[in-house]
T-cell receptor, first 113, second 113 residues
């Protein structure tokens, strides 16, 4: 049974510092991995999607890496800003169940001015 | 392009009643997935519909059901509401063929009293 873990559960950094968020999964037979951002009481915003055949994806200040063999993904956010404060969630899907995402519990990030 | 919309945004129901939530996917998307988010359990997958057929199902009791219409809009129904059904219900849409990135709506906040 696939288990997705995110450590740490919470993180506080000063503005300008780089953020490193970790996601691990127990079954390496994933189809893709998605990173999301959630603001309090709101829906999820998709940040990056990495296919299982890819090693990394980049979008602006965000970079996500994937090591399928070790069951790990890392989201890097460069030069953090107070507006980056949110909960970040990772989720994996498997082949033939693409619409079924399995989520980690999330990392709550606070960026202080 | 309009995003995923969910109605209603907030709902208060009494134990024992039933409720229907609605989700309109992004135009052209054929897959709709539903998730329940609670502080204790996090995000859990309910079910996915693709071209009016249930393609995947999570581990929820039969009180939770759904359907999808020919225009891809989806509804989920919860019968005989329990206090533990209080949650944020999120739907997500994706193309469902060749592209499996999920886009989430703002959610429906259900409170059962």
């Amino acid at each position: 049974k696939q288990e997705v873990t995110q450590i740490p559960a919470a993180l506080s950094v000063p503005e300008g510092e780089n953020l490193v968020l970790n996601c691990s999964f127990t079954d390496s037979a994933i189809y893709n991995l998605q990173w999301f951002r959630q603001d309090p009481g709101k829906g999820l915003t998709s940040l990056l999607l990495i296919q299982s055949s890819q090693r990394e994806q980049t979008s602006g200040r965000l970079n996500a890496s994937l090591d399928k063999s070790s069951g790990r993904s890392t989201l890097y956010i460069a030069a953090s800003q107070p507006g980056d404060s949110a909960t970040y969630l990772c989720a994996v899907s498997i082949t033939d169940s693409w619409g079924k995402l399995q989520f980690g519990a999330g990392t709550q990030v606070v960026v202080t001015p | 392009k309009a995003g995923v919309t969910q109605t209603p945004r907030y709902l208060i129901k009494t134990r024992g009643q039933q409720v229907t939530l609605s989700c309109s996917p992004i135009s052209g998307h054929r897959s709709v997935s539903w998730y329940q988010q609670t502080p204790g359990q996090g995000l859990q997958f309910l079910f996915e519909y693709f071209s009016e057929t249930q393609r995947n199902k999570g581990n929820f009791p039969g009180r939770f059901s759904g359907r999808q219409f020919s225009n891809s809009r989806s509804e989920m129904n919860v019968s005989t509401l329990e206090l533990g059904d209080s949650a944020l219900y999120l739907c997500a849409s994706m193309l469902g063929v060749a592209s499996y990135e999920q886009y989430f709506g703002p959610g429906t906040r259900l409170t059962v009293t």
